[in-house]
C-alpha cells in the first residue's frame, strides 16, 4: 500500500530536529560570548550535536524501513532540486556533528566531552594539523545548511501549501492522521514517546544548563574585598563578623590580654567562612569553592611554637557554578577524588610576620602529592572570634592536579589563587 504520509515518528524527528538545528546555529554563534557561561554553552552544543547525530540515524533507519509517500508531481527541475535540498540536508545533518566532533578532537587542547554531564565521549584519532581544515568545514557547513538548505526548503513548503494548496506540508504533519479523537491519540503510545523524548532531552538539557548553586556573585564581591586584606583585614569581615568585632573593639587590649594567657582551641563558624579558588578557562575568569572542610586549629598567638592546624578539605564538594565543569574538576582529569578525594593541610609550625600578620608552614597533601607548602595570613583575635584571612597562589601542576592534556597551561593557567576566610570562636 502507498503512504500518504511519513512515518508518525519521522515527521516527529523533523520538526524537533529543525529546532535542535536552529538552536544548534545560534548557540554556535554566540558560543564565544564573554559572559561566564563559556564551558557550559561548548558542552551544550557538543552534547545537543550528538543528539543530532543519533536522531540522524534513527529517521534513515526509519526511512529505508517505511516507505516515504511518492513525490509531488510538479515540473522536473522542482523535483530535483527537493530531492537535492532533502540530501544535502541528511549530509549536513551528518557532516555538522562529525566535522564538530572532530575539530573538537584535533583542538590543541581537547576538553572533554560529557554527554548531558553524564556519558563521556572519547576524541576522535586525528591528527591535530587537521583542527583547521574542520573548523573551517563546520562553519561552512552551518552557514550552508542556514542560508541555502533552509530557506530553499522552507520556501518551497510555503508555495506548495499556500500557492499550490497541496498537502506536502500536511503530510509532515504530526497528529493529523487517521484523524484520531482526542482520547484516542492521548492513549497511543507511540504518540507519547518522541514527545517525551525530546521534551526530556530539553528540560534534561536546561536543568544541566543551569548549573549548581550560583557561587560567582558573591565570590566576586569577597573576592575582591579580600585582594585588600592584606592591608586592611576588617575589609573582609561580614556583615555579622563585622559587629561581632564593633561590639568587642573597645575592649580589645582585654581581649589580646585574655588571648594570650592561654592555647584555645576554636571552633569554625562555617556560615562566616570559605575555602575558594580561581583560576581563568581560556580567558575566562572561573570561581569556585568547596562547602565540605573541617578544620582543627589550636592557636595562641603568644605560644606559636605549641600551635597548631589541620584543615582537610572534601575536594568532591567542589563547586564552581557549573555541574559539569564540577564533574570534570573531580574526575580523573583533575582531582581524581575516586582515588584522592581529600585534600590536606597539616601545619609544622608558625612565625609571626607583622602586626596581625602569620605565616603558617606546612605541609600540603593533593592528588596523592605532599609537598611543603605555607600559607601567609592575617589574623584578628577579638575576645573570644577569630577571623583569619589569606590570599595566596598554589601551583597545581606541582601536585599532579591536570593531566593529560591539562598538564598544558594554554587553556588553565598552573597558579590557582586561593581565598581563605576562617571565622572561628574560642571553645
Ligand atoms: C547539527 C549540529 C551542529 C550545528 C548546526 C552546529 C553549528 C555550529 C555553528 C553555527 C558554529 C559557529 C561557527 C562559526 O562561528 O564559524 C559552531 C561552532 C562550533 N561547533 Fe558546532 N554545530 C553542530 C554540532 C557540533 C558538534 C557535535 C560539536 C562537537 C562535538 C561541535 C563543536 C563546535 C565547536 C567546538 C565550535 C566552535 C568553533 C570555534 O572555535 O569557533 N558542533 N557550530
Ligand atoms: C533545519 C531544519 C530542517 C531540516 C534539516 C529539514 C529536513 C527535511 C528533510 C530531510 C525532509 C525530507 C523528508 C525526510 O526524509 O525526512 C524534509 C521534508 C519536509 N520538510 Fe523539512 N527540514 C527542516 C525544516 C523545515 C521547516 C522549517 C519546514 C516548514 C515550513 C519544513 C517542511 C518540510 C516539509 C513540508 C517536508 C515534506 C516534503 C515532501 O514531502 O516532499 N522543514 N525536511
Redesign the pocket.
Known amino acids: 500500500m502507498t503512504p500518504t504520509t511519513?512515518h508518525r515518528a519521522?515527521r516527529y524527528?523533523?520538526?524537533a530536529?529543525?529546532a535542535l538545528?536552529?538552536y544548534m546555529v545560534f548557540l554556535g554563534w554566540t558560543l564565544e560570548d564573554k559572559d561566564g557561561g563559556l564551558f557550559s554553552r561548548y558542552q551544550m552544543h557538543k552534547s545537543v550535536g550528538f543528539l543530532i547525530l543519533a536522531f540522524t540515524v534513527v529517521?534513515i533507519g526509519l526511512?529505508l524501513a517505511y516507505k516515504?509517500?511518492p513525490?509531488?508531481e510538479g515540473p522536473k527541475w522542482q523535483m530535483a532540486a527537493?530531492r537535492a535540498?532533502?540530501i544535502g540536508?541528511?549530509v549536513?545533518?551528518i557532516g555538522l556533528p562529525l566535522t564538530g566532533w572532530a575539530l573538537v578532537s584535533t583542538a590543541k587542547v581537547p576538553v572533554p566531552t560529557l554527554w548531558f554531564g553524564v556519558v563521556p565521549i572519547p576524541h576522535l584519532p586525528l591528527s591535530h594539523d587537521l583542527n583547521a581544515l574542520f573548523h573551517n568545514l563546520h562553519g561552512v557547513f552551518a552557514k550552508l545548511?542556514f542560508y541555502v538548505?533552509?530557506p530553499l526548503?522552507?520556501g518551497a513548503?510555503?508555495m506548495?501549501?499556500f500557492i499550490h494548496k497541496d498537502d506536502?506540508?500536511t503530510?509532515?504533519l504530526p497528529g493529523l492522521e487517521p484523524k484520531p479523537t482526542i482520547l484516542k491519540s492521548a492513549l497511543n503510545y507511540r504518540w507519547l514517546l518522541p514527545a517525551v523524548i525530546v521534551v526530556g532531552a530539553f528540560v534534561g538539557a536546561t536543568f544541566l544548563m543551569r548549573g549548581n548553586a550560583p557561587v560567582e556573585a558573591p565570590v566576586v564581591a569577597e573576592a575582591q574585598q579580600s585582594t585588600d586584606t592584606s592591608t586592611d583585614a576588617s575589609a573582609n569581615l561580614s556583615p555579622e563578623t563585622a559587629a561581632v568585632t564593633d561590639s568587642a573593639s573597645t575592649s580589645v587590649s582585654q581581649a589580646v590580654s585574655e588571648e594570650s594567657t592561654a592555647l584555645r582551641t576554636w571552633v569554625v563558624n562555617k556560615a562566616a567562612s570559605h575555602v575558594r579558588f580561581t583560576t581563568t578557562f581560556n580567558g575566562e575568569a572561573i570561581k569556585g569553592g568547596f562547602s565540605t572542610y573541617t578544620a582543627d586549629i589550636v592557636f595562641d598567638s603568644a605560644q606559636l611554637d605549641k600551635s597548631s592546624a589541620t584543615v582537610v578539605i572534601d575536594l568532591a564538594s567542589v563547586n564552581s557554578g557549573d555541574s559539569m565543569r564540577d564533574d570534570s574538576l573531580t574526575g580523573s582529569d583533575f582531582f581524581g577524588v575516586a582515588q584522592h578525594p581529600k585534600a590536606t593541610f597539616k601545619s609544622t609550625g608558625f612565625a609571626k610576620t607583622g602586626t596581625d600578620k602569620y605565616v603558617a608552614k606546612g605541609k600540603l597533601t593533593l592528588h596523592g602529592q605532599t609537598k611543603p607548602f605555607d600559607l601567609p595570613f592575617t589574623l584578628k583575635i577579638t575576645g573570644d572570634t577569630a577571623l583569619m584571612t589569606a590570599t595566596t597562589k598554589l601551583n597545581r601542576l606541582d601536585f599532579g592536579v591536570g593531566s593529560g592534556e591539562w598538564a598544558a597551561t594554554d587553556a588553565v593557567p598552573a597558579d590557582v589563587s586561593l581565598d581563605l576566610k576562617v571565622s572561628a570562636k574560642a571553645k
Open positions: 511519513y519521522s524527528l523533523h520538526w530536529m529543525a538545528i536552529f529517521r526511512r516515504a509517500p513525490e509531488i527537493a535540498v532533502h540536508f541528511y549536513l545533518m545548511i538548505l533552509i526548503h522552507v513548503a510555503l506548495h501549501h506536502t506540508v503530510r509532515m
